[in-house]
């Protein structure tokens, strides 16, 4: 190992063109990742942005933004359970926003409680604009949508929502929408708001804390397991990954992404076994001096796979750097990259396998070194 590093040092300019490549796969492979955990993050903010630990909702619901009305006189089924605090209702659902400025989005209307402590409340919001949006048709929507919306105009004519006035009392930043933008409001706003949509007696979901997250658990499971006929439960964090799962499905983005990391691994082995298979053409004659002096050949290839490794380690170690680069150049725009420590594990175990592949292709160089080329 110590003879393969020297090695790597001492003709560090050959070996160059493999460690960029190692380390350009790494780049690609991490910041697509990054960039589609962080795109699908969109997709579960109402979960993550609220105190919740338990969410129930209607059978089988597979995202946040497709749970179907539920009776509210399933709270009796939730209240009472010990480790459970008291539930609360939740409304969510989409809606028609008229502009002022002419036309329409589609967007996705959150209803909750907004007494201090109320599970469903965003935790973004700050005191004032929760007393703000008690006021009858208030929303608040996230600055990033200010524009789509066509809410530019503070003075201006006043916004609908399935043709019901309604007054933008504030913005917050950081929850923009994949689709949808997000609308935030009371529960009784969103009930006005949407009308006949939703039955009186009904809401979408039932939000509670627990005593711990190990309880928000258990109860989740009986819940399920006890009520599987008309209803389910998920804690936060299920509910969230779900989410995001559903959403990086269902799109064929996570293929896509896939795909396009792949091509960028396939690129760095190739040019990673195309530059050892070069460099130990190179060393030819060296290595057909230690096959003469009675050097095994398994340890020459051990050599090369070994160089191989090092390449992929030191390829790594210059990429990480680059990725949270490019991560801080992306928040610039407003671009989560997520390279949580799996993320940044992964691409490493990846990539330094693909190096050793790539030492195992160059191999093949090592079989065709013979002593008796030292005589001609």
Known sequence: MRYALQMLWHERARYTAGVLAVAFSAVLIALQVGLLLGLFKITSIPID????????????????????????????????????????????????FTKPTGGTELCFLLGSSLDDGAAGALTLLTKEQRDALTMPFAIIVDESDVKRLGLEDAHGPKPKINGKEVTVVGTVRGLKSLAAPWVFCSLYTARQLLGPLLPADHVTYLLARCDSPQRAQEVARYLRERYADDMTAYTAAEFSF???????????????????????LIVGMVITAQTLYSATAANAREFAILLALGVPRWRIAGLVVTQAFWIGVIGVSLAYPVCLGLKYLALQFATDVDLRWQILAGTAVLTVAMALLAGLFALRSVQQIEPMTLLR
């Open 242 to 264: 779900g989410s995001r799962w559903y959403w990086l499905t269902r799109t064929k983005a996570g293929l896509a992404i896939g795909y396009a990391a792949f091509l960028g």
């Open 49 to 96: 942005y609220t105190s919740a630990d338990l969410w129930i909702g209607s059978t089988a619901v597979p995202s946040v933004d497709l749970g179907k009305p539920i009776p509210k006189t399933f709270l009796s089924r939730v209240a009472g359970l010990p480790g459970v605090h008291m539930p609360e209702v939740y409304i969510a659902n989409f809606a028609n």
